[in-house]
């Protein structure tokens, strides 16, 4: 009992032993890793010290999206799909285009849908009051297109100037002075400014059928002037001229008092609507009453000065004095001003290449990014006027400064670069620097540069043509493949330059391919086009499998000739359209269709061959048909062919007749005869 008694006091004491023992442990762990810590960070600092300053990081509180952040994230998330058409298509699978034409018709079928639904909406804005879009879009409400306020006021002219009422705004205006009302300065300027804009016309509304029916007639040469070339000025864009004494010089006369305002406002309208001589003349008035013009005003009298002068030095010169003009102005020029002016020494012919790079060094030197529109000035003018430095030197030294860049539309003509360029790589034959220009077109947003669809066509058009002339023919139709539909509607010339890519590679059995391409583009309609499909196919003897292909091929081209594109165009049978369609099937050992071709010769008044006849004679020879030979025979005699005679003797023989076929072989040999004894009577009367 006395050592159970000892022993306890013992085992308590150990206990609260080996306990502080822990705690003294784990506070000497704590503050052996706090050392090591410190000396950690010590070295880290003493290293930043060494390194340099640190960069503070700046976590911002919140970020602004973009309100079309979460569909361009979308959006990048998706490829193109080289098998499809034009998304604006999507919606309407019937309304898929094949060719160019159709392109324009069904997108402009569906403009002139929601044109009509506009036009419903803002005619009749009572039905259509409920707004069932959540949340609130405001473009598809009805807008006011009427004029809401009638009293003879400065108010209803400020109502119809904001409508683009041009007419109705210059009636209020007549209507206020005869009243005696005094009209603001401001808001006379804002008339003058419409006026010129729109070169005392009232603007064609979308939504306005019988106004776009009226333009219609206008538009169409529009397009016409555009497949032609770059027009030349604006006026032509729009079909309108600056009439003398319009509205706009009148109501600039009546004005009690004018400011710069009213001056650029007259100014622009009359460079625009093509009377250059008064522009300047104002320009000079302007000057007189100790005024300035604006940035844009410049603009558009540089843009005018090489049309009023001949020569290239005197039209340099114009352009020089209204710099100056700038700068004793203290007008800041802007990208639109050097581009006015490089586009201006496009019309100076050798004398734009030394100044055009001067002017391009002034853009660097007033750190002004160029545009699109700036390099394809440049290389325009080079490309026309190049002498020391060759174009392919100067589009190179294009390519190396914007490759790699994403460039935004500032200036209209930004559209025409790539078109132009293209165009230059063509007429090179450099491939290599295409694809630098098509690698730069997928950079950012450039492709939005690319142009309406004519332009994009153009483009397409060119590379595809270029790739067909220099590239191996993998290459080539790896980028048939990927361009068309999706990008490229080819004409018959773009299928032409494919076909002569076949040829050239020696890869003939991909013509019934190609073919159903031609089938699907329109383009079956196209004589000469389907003239070299046949003509290739029937030039060379190939293996049975090419050979039956061929055959298939040739049904489907002659099943093309009797229906013609949808019924609306019928190709006419030729002489040589026959005979390849008839050689390809007899290759074939299809007789039977082959024997119909015959028929279409008489249908269609076309003449065989002797090649062509020969081969049938042949192909009756291996099926031992001694009733088709015979049949050959008439035919040929038919048609007066000197082989006539020749065809009758092997007849006869090769084959094996019956009294009947033999007499009828002799009766064709008497006519040939006498046809042959006919002939040299009348040479020996000559």
């Known amino acids: ?55 503070e990081i700046v976590i911002p509180k919140k970020k602004t999206w973009d309100k079309l952040a ?9 490829n193109r799909d080289p098998t499809a058409a ?19 018709l069904y997108s402009l079928s569906q403009e002139s849908g929601r044109n009509a639904a506009k036009y419903i909406v803002n005619t009749y804005p009572r039905f259509f009051q409920k707004d069932f879009a959540e949340p609130h879009i405001p473009c598809l409400m009805p807008t006011s297109v009427e004029p809401q306020i009638g009293e003879l006021s400065e108010a209803a002219l400020r109502e119809r100037v904001q409508l683009r009422r041009v007419k ?28 010129c804009l729109y070169g005392d016309k009232d603007p064609v509304r979308e939504d306005d059928p019988e106004a776009m029916e009226a333009g219609d007639v206008e538009e169409t040469q529009d397009d016409t002037r ?21 509205n706009a010089e ?72 209204l710099l100056k003009h700038m700068s004793e102005q203290k007008v800041q020029p802007n990208l639109l001003t050097f581009n006015a002016v490089l586009k201006a020494l496009r019309k100076c012919g050798p004398l734009g290449r030394v100044q055009s ?29 190049a002498s020391t430095r060759g174009p392919t030197e100067i589009l190179h030294e294009v390519m190396d400064e914007v490759e790699g860049k994403s460039f935004v539309a500032q200036d209209p003509d930004d559209v025409y670069f790539f078109s132009d360029a293209m165009r230059i790589c063509l007429e090179l034959k450099d491939l290599e620097l295409a694809y630098r220009l098509n690698r730069f077109l997928g950079v950012g947003d450039n492709w939005q540069l690319l142009g309406d669809f004519y332009q994009q066509n153009y483009y397409y058009g060119r590379f595809f043509t270029l790739l067909c002339i220099m590239e191996n023919l993998d290459v080539v139709m790896k980028w048939y493949r990927d361009l068309i539909p999706s990008l490229y509607y080819p004409n018959s010339q773009g299928m032409m330059d494919l076909l002569q890519a076949l040829d050239t590679d020696n890869r003939l059995d991909l013509i019934p391919e190609i073919w159903k391409d031609i089938k699907k583009l329109g383009h079956a309609n196209k004589a000469e086009l389907v003239e070299e499909v046949l003509a290739m196919m029937a030039r060379e003897q190939h293996s049975p499998e090419v050979q039956e292909s061929f055959a298939d091929c040739a049904l489907a081209v002659r099943a093309a000739f009797a229906q013609g594109d949808g019924g609306r165009f019928k190709l006419e049978w030729t002489a040589s359209s026959l005979g390849n369609i008839a050689t390809l099937l007899l290759r074939a050992g299809r007789t039977g269709p082959a024997w119909e071709m015959l028929q279409l010769f008489k249908a269609n008044n076309r003449v065989p061959g002797v090649d062509l006849v020969t081969a049938y004679l042949n192909c009756a020879k291996v099926k031992n048909n001694s009733a ?14 000197p082989i006539t005679a020749k065809l009758a003797c092997r007849v006869k023989e090769e084959f094996e007749l019956t009294n009947e076929q033999k007499q009828s072989l002799a009766e064709f040999e008497a006519l040939t005869s006498d046809s042959d004894s006919d002939s040299d009577s009348e040479s020996d009367k000559e």
């Open 357 to 385: 790079l001067l002017t391009l060094g002034e853009i660097k030197a007033l750190a002004i990014e160029p545009s699109l529109a700036t390099y394809d000035h440049l290389i325009g003018i080079f490309y026309k006027a």
């Open 86 to 104: 034009h998304y604006m298509f999507q919606d309407d699978p019937y309304l898929t285009p094949r060719t160019s034409p159709e392109f324009k």
């Open 1 to 55: 009992l006395l050592r159970i008694k000892m022993a306890a006091p013992c085992a308590q004491v150990g206990v609260r032993l080996h306990c502080s023992g822990r705690v003294i442990l784990n506070k000497l762990e704590t503050w052996r890793q706090l050392r090591s810590f410190s000396r950690s960070l010590l070295s880290r600092q003493t290293a930043t010290e060494n390194a340099g300053p640190v960069q």
């Open 250 to 321: 009148r109501i600039f006369n009546l004005m009690p008092e004018r400011n710069e305002q009213s001056y650029c406002a007259l100014i622009k309208g009359m460079v625009k609507y093509g009377a250059y001589t008064k522009a300047f003349n104002v320009y000079t008035d302007l000057l007189n009453n100790r005024m300035t013009a604006d940035v844009c005003t410049f603009n558009a009298l540089i843009a005018a000065a090489p049309e009023l002068k001949e020569k290239y030095q005197d039209k340099w010169a114009l352009i020089t004095d």
């Open 70 to 78: 979460v569909l361009q994230a979308l959006a990048s998330t998706v």
């Open 628 to 641: 088709q030979a015979v049949e050959l025979v008439r035919l040929s005699s038919g048609y007066s062919l």
């Open 226 to 246: 555009r497949r032609k070339g770059r027009l030349r000025k604006a006026s032509d864009v729009l079909g309108v001229v600056w009439r003398e004494n319009n």
């Open 168 to 195: 109705a705004a210059v009636d209020v205006y007549d209507q206020l002075l005869q009243a005696g009302t005094a009209v603001s300065l401001e808001t006379t300027n804002s008339l003058l400014d419409l006026i």
